[in-house]
């Protein structure tokens, strides 16, 4: 098959081409090669390569500054995903467009999960944008897939897990509070990469959740991790309204994947047996990664 992945140095993105290149023809592109906004430039590429599938990991991620780069979100999350839609629906091909917790509002009480079936509430700019990209999608072609999934970590780009390891490494004396009060199913961009290879010998279409099994809080997701890591820490857990941030998180950003499950697809593993993973695979590249950086 031939799979064109867009965001491709994303943490997600990474992990799909690094996956995906084992067995398929794979074109990985980002932001500073292709700008999925321009449908004239993404639609070209398409013409060229004639994906069978696209993998959509590319988005304005950055939650917070959403609030403020309003116009650039829309344009990433809404005009993005619309203009990949065109182009399978137009040239072929099946849409695999990621998506996120955060189109829920997390009101239900923990630890009742949210289904595909729930009705997204968005709380945040990024939130609405990436409901409105799936709209967008919806809108556009049948020939989709959107994938929900939340609190990804990887061992490319940025996330919450090296954020601990930096501060834990770096300041040893200061207290960092973490809350402990949202709940959610830290997902494994490897493991998620290896979810969505299981959709590109099938024909489904719609939305499916995919997230790690179990829920915990970012709290207890730091102290696992950084004690698995062997690394001293001094977090102390604390609640949402002591950490404030310029935009509401979901309080419950548990995800069932009832879709995947009832497909028998759910390759999904429990989030703390991949931390495990994760840390194995990975410890000494993470801590060299934050000694260079220092
Ligand atoms: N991270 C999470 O915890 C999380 C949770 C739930 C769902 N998701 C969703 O999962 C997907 C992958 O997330 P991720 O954490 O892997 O994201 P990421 O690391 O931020 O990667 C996204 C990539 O897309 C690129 N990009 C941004 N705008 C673009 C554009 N207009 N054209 C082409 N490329 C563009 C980014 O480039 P720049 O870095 O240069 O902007 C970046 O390389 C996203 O759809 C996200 O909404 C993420």
């Known amino acids: 098959m031939k799979i064109m992945i867009t965001g491709d ?43 069978n599938i696209i993998v959509n990991c590319a988005a304005y991620t950055r939650v917070d500054d959403c609030e403020i780069e309003k116009e650039l979100a829309w344009k990433a999350n809404v005009t993005g995903a619309e203009n990949l839609a065109k182009c399978v629906d137009k040239h072929g091909g099946r ?57 990804l970590y990887g061992i490319s780009g940025h996330n919450f897990l090296k954020t601990m390891l930096k501060l834990s490494l770096r300041s040893s004396d200061n207290k960092i509070k973490v809350v402990n009060d949202q709940f959610g199913s830290p997902t494994w961009t490897y493991r998620l990469a290896l979810q969505i290879e299981r959709f590109i010998e099938t024909n489904y279409r719609g939305i499916f959740h995919a997230t790690a099994k179990g829920y915990c809080t970012w709290y207890e997701l730091a102290v696992y991790f950084l004690k698995k890591m062997d690394v001293p820490h001094t977090i102390i857990p604390c609640k949402t309204e002591e950490y404030p941030t310029p935009t509401a998180r979901p309080m419950n950003s548990i995800l069932e994947n009832r879709n995947l499950k009832e497909k028998g697809m759910d390759i999904m593993a429990g989030w703390k047996s991949d931390v495990d993973k994760f840390v194995l695979k990975f410890r000494e590249v993470l801590l ?4 260079k950086e220092t």
């Not at 995906?20 to 390569?49: P, S, Y």
């Not at 467009?97 to 509002?105: E, G, K, L, P, R």
């Not at 060299?288 to 000694?291: F, G, S, T, V, Y």
């Open 95 to 151: 849409l695999i467009h990621i998506s996120t917790d955060y189109v829920f509002d997390g009101r239900k009480k923990v630890p009742e999960p949210y289904l595909e079936t729930d009705v997204p509430n968005p709380l945040s700019y990024y939130g609405m944008s990436k409901f409105e990209g799936e709209e967008a999608i919806k809108r556009t072609t049948d020939h989709y897939i959107i994938l929900r999934t939340a609190w």
């Open 288 to 291: 060299k990664e934050i000694e």
């Open 9 to 51: 140095k994303g943490q997600l993105g990474a992990d799909c081409k690094k996956v995906f290149g084992e067995t398929h023809e794979v074109l990985g592109v980002d932001l500073d090669e292709v700008d999925i906004t321009k449908l004239t430039e993404i639609e070209l590429l398409v013409q060229q390569f004639s994906p």
